[in-house]
């Protein structure tokens, strides 16, 4: 099966206590897109500026990635520089220069209409709402979100979120979208804004999955997946949207989605997301082979499974 | 198996926003004595005064707690009060009476020498150490400690690491003992200070147990419990102490101690801790039975648990 990502493609800049980087390939739909790539068929609308050439799209192609739906644009590219410091949990934004993003209207070309699995990686609510009304024919959506759209745009993001299948989003966001500070309860009053499931991502402590009742089958919820403890974290940029590639990578692999696959899912998200960590940028995502990701998969099966 | 645990027994104020109480039944070891009470034989050390009668001594002698350990002394037990605002992940104290506790030196029965376990609850480092001194019959040994003893007391407090089996602590004492803010990093550091194996307990999210190399028999490592996603937290106060209880409760109930009764044994951590949470004080633990602690502990299970 194959899977659309809209959203950013980027430059970075990143420092972080193991080093620095400069316009390095960034960007959600970039993340999502290779992590995604190891299970599924990847389709990408994005757009970009002329200073994004063979160099970076060989880096989508190498991975069998479709990016006919990239838009080439006059002007640069998306820049986002970002800062990490000690425990890593938080970037400090040194600079976001959208340039032709601050326009971006996705274009969703002809040949990517009969895909059958769409995740809208965290952009303007609105033109997420309009992606998800183009592609009636997908079987399931997935959609991010964050703290700026929950705050400026509640009502737009409303509208987004009833039509959306699965929102992955994490702990502050999710509180904050509920206005709730107890998690479990916020799980539950987000679920009733539309999607049928909602991931929580913890960041080094995993991530949850919330069902609303009988959605993909029946069966006790929640599901938690853990994280691996990491001695080496170069760059957490990314991770949200490798993890949210893993995820919905591997549910539109499989023949059918219930709650086992996509239990499952969730275990390959927190996969994936620990190999972006792991180096800087999109590198640790670019070097990857299916057995390396299944045996890691099995680690984190080991880390919570009695015998 | 018997345990012997020395702490503190306390009366506590507490206030959260499910509500407030004043003069309750508290204390590390008391925690600690009602969780593990329901799967061995619990002994206790510490001090009381002149308060402390017979309604308080029944919640011991109800759960079987052999109480001949606790020394009464002249003046008022130790007392403390917390609050809890939002989202209830730290206290903010109120107001700490040492009273008898200030004193304390642990006198430990004849009657108790031949214990086979030992936990030695968040006290002076020093006592700690004295106490394991005394019991050289034990075959493991748990320690907790909290950042006043890191900071204040190091080189006493590493004399105690060399003498105990298992620490227990949360993940800023861990990354503050070893000063480094990467967890697993941390984890091997505080290892190479004595314990053979650390559970770090990372509240909402869980605990991970972390071994020397060939400590309890071979396997992978680490290992990783998860915590129950609560709707209703009403009081944290006690988690870690309950979770400890649980933890070594497990352990001290089986034949042999290896990795997979260690990670078990971090399951019914979790599933005391859990338990603790959802009333105020030691409530939660005064009323349960074996069979709803082992139905919570396949809840935990299949919370982590693919097919």
Not at 38 to 67: L, M
Not at 222 to 239: H, I, M
Not at 242 to 269: D, T
């Amino acid at each position: 099966m194959s899977i659309l990502v809209v959203g950013s493609v980027a430059f970075d800049d990143i420092t972080s206590p193991s080093g620095s980087v400069k316009n390095i390939l960034g960007g959600a739909a970039t993340y999502f897109a290779l992590a995604a790539s190891y299970f599924t068929q990847v389709r990408v609308v994005a757009v970009v500026g002329d200073d994004f050439g063979p160099e970076q799209e060989c880096v989508f192609h190498k991975h069998g990635i479709d990016t006919r739906g990239i838009e080439r644009a006059k002007g640069k590219t998306f820049r986002w520089g970002g800062s990490y410091a000690g425990n890593l949990n938080e970037a400090k934004t040194d600079f976001t220069d959208l340039n032709v993003f601050q326009t971006f209207q996705p274009q969703i070309p002809k040949e990517y209409q009969d895909t059958e699995f769409l995740f809208l990686a965290n952009i303007q609510p609105t033109l997420q709402a309009n992606v998800r009304r183009e592609m009636q024919g997908v079987s399931l959506t997935g959609c991010d979100t964050m703290n700026y759209w929950i705050n400026r745009t509640p009502k737009e993001l409303a509208e987004t979120l009833k039509l959306v299948d699965v929102l992955l989003i994490n702990d502050t966001e999710a509180k904050m979208l509920a206005g709730e500070t107890n998690l479990p309860r916020a799980a539950h009053k987000v679920l009733a804004m539309g999607p049928q499931a909602l991931v929580i991502k913890h960041g080094e402590y995993g991530a949850t999955i919330f069902f609303r009742e009988r959605a993909f089958g029946i069966g006790r919820h929640p599901f938690r997946a853990p994280a691996l403890p990491l001695e080496e974290v170069k760059d957490p940029t990314g991770a949200g949207d490798s993890f949210a590639g893993g995820f919905m990578g591997y549910v539109a692999s499989q023949k059918a989605v219930n709650r086992e696959v996509l239990k499952r899912a969730l275990f390959y998200g927190s996969v994936m997301g620990s190999f972006a960590v792991e180096r800087f940028g999109t590198e640790g995502l670019q070097v990857l082979t299916r057995a390396e990701i299944d045996a890691r998969f099995e680690t984190f099966r080991e880390l919570t499974h009695l015998e």
